[in-house]
């Protein structure tokens, strides 16, 4: 509301047909109209901050005529306003204190340069009084033109500035700053000048007349005042000189900076001749000055700014110094990191020698190899952008024991193509090159060494010279590491492949031994059926030779068909190892097929007191796999479980939907897997100590084959055991992703 206010009250300000002024109770101009600004002469921000004495005289004493205004609260008369340019206006008032708080206004029409009848009583002014007025006035614009004139240090736009308030100033037609040369000729380099007249901006001269005493003279303070120049006698070359600027007065006043003659502030009349005024002397003179002041600030200001392009120059080197350690120390990092990621020794090698050569710059650079015995160095890696190839060349250490006796003690060198042996060389190189080599060593044995090739213009700095050697570190160690990977690796390659010989050997074995253990099978199988008529294999015989006979007879039996499970689960492992074996995959429900699973275990978990639980959903999605490998699954983890859990304890089979899969658990309380343990469970071969509470024996194989088939239909399997229980979790895709050595896919028929 109140900025509307505002607004609104501004409107009505700048319709008013009369001047008006707004002051404040010491009696500062806080706001003016436009008509106010064309009264006074002055612009609004000239008059924005004034005394309204400055410019006004009452009849009467200012400070009582103040009082008299606040304390009655409105006046009306007449008073005179002296304007900048010399002349007076008359103007009636009215003035109303307290308009707003604090603030006064007063409006002022203008009556011409005579009082109206009704004043002519008043006294006038004597001319002394006007002069004072006009020359107070004159001072305040002086004041401001100086005040524009320190405004900047940009030495352009003071000069600039300066002529253009000047000739305002003293209304002339033209307003220059002459700046001399070492000759004592020079330019225009500021001018401000009134149409029509010539434009001389950046014109050279040379006034033949400005020479010996007269510039002596302009140093000390010489002013050239020239009122006409028809009228007074002058030499013809500076009559010439001023005619062809269409100058008819003109006055030049030094500019003297640091005692040194610097130019002239020169304003001339071009339209008539012009006598000058002493305060226009005056005034021009102490401007004169001023823009001496100005200019040797703008002096020390380029001074300083030089100053400051010099040390900036000093920080980009410093900085490209800074920037250069910053590119070297990225490119090390980068071969650091390739040493600790990457075993590979020629990777890491020919890695190094394209960041030395690509950092640095260089002509080229190559990493060459000592062999074990220390009698050839054959260059294996090279970067070589602007040097021909010398890779696979080698070079006889024996031939040059000066150099090479410095690089076995780790010192690098640095050689040029005066001080190299040409027999050493195996690439050519120009007589401009040079050349540092640096060792690369592992603790105290040397490996190889670096050679770098520039031009012999650039040297190699200190900078340069660390960066190889940490490079030459950083390959000492990768060699290390990556020949004790290959030694590691090549045990590994002999472990695989003993491990293979193992492999076919079991297989071998087992199946050499499943033709005889299927033969003791089916004499096992007669026997018992020998034996059974004659009734020799009663478990309640009195005969105690009956009763031994029937025992071993057990043994026999079960051993026997241990060593056929032992045999089959060989068989089965080695047909999965070697992918012999594929897949036939059908689709089918739980709820409908696992029930004919768990049925065997039923019988045998109430013989044992086990409780034996199934939980299925109904909401079980339908599941694609290979339905033979499932049931073998799940029959082995049954088996164990019922082989491992104590009497009176639970035995728990669950499923779930999960996701795009299915989730099994098997699960079995009473017996807990030490954390030592867990992580060999589907190890073959391997079978956890005392934990057979039933003496069932196993093939330590079971569970190696379980992981086997789950890797085959595509799941996972874990073990969890804590709290009392044991459960192996699988996890198998309801639509397995391409499987190799798979079948198509049927329905199961669950009629």
Excluded at 7 to 24: I, R
Excluded at 154 to 161: A, M, N, R, S
């Amino acid at each position: 509301m109140k900025k509307v206010f505002l607004q609104k009250m501004q409107e009505l300000f700048h319709a008013l047909p009369d001047a008006l002024v707004v002051a404040d109770d010491e009696g500062n101009y806080q706001y003016v109209n436009p008509l106010a600004t064309e009264l006074f002469g002055l612009s609004q921000d000239d008059l924005l901050g004034l005394h309204v004495s400055d410019f006004m005289q009452v009849k009467f004493d200012f400070p009582q005529f103040w009082s008299n205004f606040r304390h009655h609260g409105s006046l009306l008369g007449q008073c005179r306003i002296f304007r900048p340019d010399g002349s007076i206006r008359w103007v009636e008032y009215n003035a109303t204190a307290n308009f707003l708080p604090h603030l006064h206004v007063a409006i002022l029409r203008d009556i011409g340069d005579r009082p109206s009848p009704e004043t002519t009583a008043t006294p006038r002014t004597t001319k002394q009084q006007e002069a004072a007025l006009q020359e107070a006035g004159r001072e305040r614009l002086f004041n401001r033109v100086t005040q524009n004139i320190r405004r900047s240090l940009h030495l352009g736009q003071v000069l600039t500035t300066a002529v253009q308030d000047i000739r305002a100033l003293l209304q002339t037609d033209r307003a220059l700053v002459y700046q001399f040369d070492s000759n004592w000729g020079g330019d225009i380099i500021a001018e401000s000048v009134a149409a029509p007249w010539l434009a001389v901006l950046d014109s050279s001269l040379r006034d033949p007349c400005f020479e010996g005493d007269l510039v002596e003279a302009y140093r000390h303070g010489k002013i050239n005042q020239l009122d006409n120049l028809h009228t007074i006698e002058q030499p013809a070359c500076y009559v010439a000189l001023l005619e062809s600027f269409q100058i008819q007065a003109n006055l030049a006043v030094p500019i003297t900076v640091e005692n040194n003659l610097w130019g002239l502030l020169c304003l001339n009349h071009c339209a008539a001749p012009h006598p000058w005024q002493p305060w226009e002397i005056e005034i021009t003179q102490r401007l004169a000055d001023q823009l001496a002041i100005a200019i040797h600030q703008a002096d020390l200001h380029s001074r300083v700014h030089q100053l400051n392009l010099d040390l900036d120059q000093q920080i980009q080197a410093r900085t490209a110094e800074l920037h250069q350690a910053l590119t070297f120390e990225t490119s090390l990092k980068s071969i650091t990191d390739q040493v600790r990621d990457s075993l590979d020794e020629q990777q890491i090698l020919q890695t190094a020698v394209q960041e030395l050569g690509r950092v640095l710059p260089v002509n080229g650079c190559d990493i060459a190899i000592y062999s074990a015995n220390y009698s050839t160095a054959t260059i294996c890696y090279e970067y070589v952008p602007k040097m021909p190839s010398a890779l696979g060349q080698s070079v006889q250490l024996a031939a040059h024991p000066e150099l090479y006796h410095q690089i076995f003690q780790g010192y690098s060198q640095q050689l040029c193509f005066r001080t190299l042996d040409p027999s050493m060389m195996v690439r050519e190189i120009t007589r401009n090159t040079a050349i540092l080599v640096q060792p690369i060593h592992e603790d105290r044995n040397v490996l190889g060494d670096i050679w770098l090739f520039r031009s012999q213009d650039q040297s190699f700095n200190e900078l340069e010279i660390r960066l190889v050697q940490q490079v030459a570190n950083q390959c000492g160690i990768a060699i290390r590491q990556a020949r004790l990977y290959q030694a590691a690796q090549a045990q590994v390659t002999e472990l695989e492949r003993l491990n293979r010989l193992k492999d076919d050997f079991l297989s071998t074995v087992s199946h050499e031994l499943r033709s005889p253990m299927t033969s003791i099978k089916m004499a096992t199988d007669l026997l018992e059926i020998q034996l059974s008529r004659r009734q020799l294999l009663s478990a309640d015989a009195a005969d105690p030779g009956t009763q031994s006979l029937n025992r071993y007879f057990q043994i026999l039996k079960t051993e026997g068909q241990r060593e056929i499970n032992l045999i089959n689960n060989l068989l089965d492992l080695s047909r999965l190892d070697a992918e012999e074996q594929s897949l036939s995959l059908t689709t089918f429900e739980l709820q409908a097929t696992l029930p004919s699973f768990i049925e065997p275990f039923a019988k045998r978990t109430q013989d044992q007191q086990q409780t034996l639980e199934v939980h299925l959903p109904t909401n079980l999605p339908a599941i694609t796999t290979d339905l033979g490998y499932l049931q073998r699954v799940l029959m082995e983890l049954l088996n164990n479980a019922c082989k491992f859990t104590p009497p009176h304890e639970t035995i728990r089979l669950e499923a779930q939907a999960l996701g795009a899969g299915l989730e099994l658990r098997v699960c079995n309380s009473g017996v807990e897997i030490p954390d030592s343990e867990r992580s060999r469970v589907f190890d073959r071969f391997y079978r956890i100590p005392n934990n057979d509470p039933w003496q069932h024996g196993g093939t330590g194989l079971g569970l190696a084959l379980v992981k086997k088939l789950i890797d085959c239909l595509g799941g996972i399997i874990w073990l969890e055991s804590s709290a009392g229980l044991t459960q192996f979790v699988i996890q198998l895709p309801t639509k397995p992703p391409y499987l190799p050595g798979t079948s198509a896919v049927s329905p199961v028929d669950e009629s």
